[in-house]
């Protein structure tokens, strides 16, 4: 059967009934996440057969409607859909060694590195089986939660994600970013970078403000607030890269940046905070202004990481 993939099809009404129309599927792994995506499946009406490396995690899963196998190869067997959500890339090699996945669809969502994806694409096809990797970005409680707004990156074959697009979409809303089996784990890690960078900030901005009479609590809004407000530059980033005009309506330019930058630092040592985090960036910024490149803001940084200037 084939179906339109759905941003999220996950409906809080749904009963525990299963229907004729719904994917059955195996899911291997029930961790935090593995659980999680397990309830969401089983409520919304899939036939699931589960297995985990500890059966004590599985055993509350038939009380909840679902199949629990007794080894990973039967609950394989069981299905043409599989699922994975196991803690790393190792995990799968020992779970799945020696499981026949001839004619199976082997969807992945256990976070590893873009290679890692792309391996095992080829590990898969030739064992005879179609390949589909994901990069969950959501945490559990967000889970069957479409409101949370979590979401699924997929890569890989493109005909496994449409067929399967209602039952992948039951858990999470679903973003299907290309063939290439590395590309969901490629945007999954460069947003979970981001988001380290802007830990980073905040965490230094803490530090800035602790032991002051300064009421972190008072002061999170107005932190959280204006990373709001700046987010948006990630737009004109974006369309420099891709003009290749990094003077195009910039309005921060960096010999003004750079310039600011002396100030960053002498609050810091005032504060008696370490400027560990942020000096590198800083570093990047004043070695691109020498390259004569004031006008700018900061996306030739961009260029300097890759190892271009
Ligand atoms: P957990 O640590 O809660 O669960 C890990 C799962 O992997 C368990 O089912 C565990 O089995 C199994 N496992 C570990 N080692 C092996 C092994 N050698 N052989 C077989 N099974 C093994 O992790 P999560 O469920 O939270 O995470 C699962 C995946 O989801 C990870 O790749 C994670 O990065 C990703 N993810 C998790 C998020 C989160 O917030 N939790 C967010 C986004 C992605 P056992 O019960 O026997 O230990």
Request: hydrophobic content about 45%.
């Amino acid at each position: 059967m084939t179906r339109t993939p759905v941003a999220n099809t996950f409906d809080d009404t749904t009963t525990t009934t299963t229907s004729a129309d719904k994917d059955s599927l195996a899911l291997l792994g029930l961790g935090a996440m593995g659980s999680a995506l397990a309830r969401t499946w089983l409520r919304a009406g899939h036939p699931l057969t589960v297995w985990n490396r500890t059966p004590a995690r599985s055993a509350p899963f038939a009380a909840e409607g679902a199949n629990v196998a007794d080894s990973a190869a039967d609950a394989v067997a069981a299905n043409r859909l599989i699922v994975v959500c196991l803690l790393d890339d190792a995990s799968l090699d020992v779970t799945l060694e020696g499981v026949d996945l001839r004619g199976k669809d082997l969807v992945n969502l256990t976070t590893g590195t873009p290679a890692q994806a792309r391996a095992r694409a080829e590990w898969t096809e030739a064992r005879g089986a179609r390949y589909l990797d994901g990069g969950i970005m959501a945490v559990p409680p967000m889970v069957g939660v479409p409101e949370a707004g979590g979401y699924v990156f997929y890569s890989g074959a493109r005909e496994v994600f449409e067929e399967y697009g209602d039952t992948l979409g039951a858990p999470l809303g679903t973003k299907y970013v290309g063939a290439d089996a590395g590309f969901a784990a490629l945007h999954d890690v460069a947003l979970l970078s981001a988001m380290y960078g802007m830990f980073a900030g905040a965490t230094h901005a803490f530090a800035l403000i602790r032991g002051e009479d300064i009421d972190p609590v008072a002061f999170a809004p107005l932190l959280g607030d204006w990373l709001v407000a700046m987010a948006p530059a990630v737009h004109q980033t974006a369309e420099q890269l891709s003009s290749g005009d990094y003077e195009k309506d910039v309005v921060s330019r960096l010999a003004m940046q750079v310039a600011g930058v002396p100030t960053f630092e002498r609050t810091a040592e005032q504060q008696g905070v370490s400027t560990e985090l942020l000096a590198p960036y800083f570093e990047l910024m004043r070695r691109r202004l020498a390259m004569g490149s004031g006008d700018e803001d900061l996306t030739g940084v961009v260029d300097l990481l890759r190892g271009r200037g």
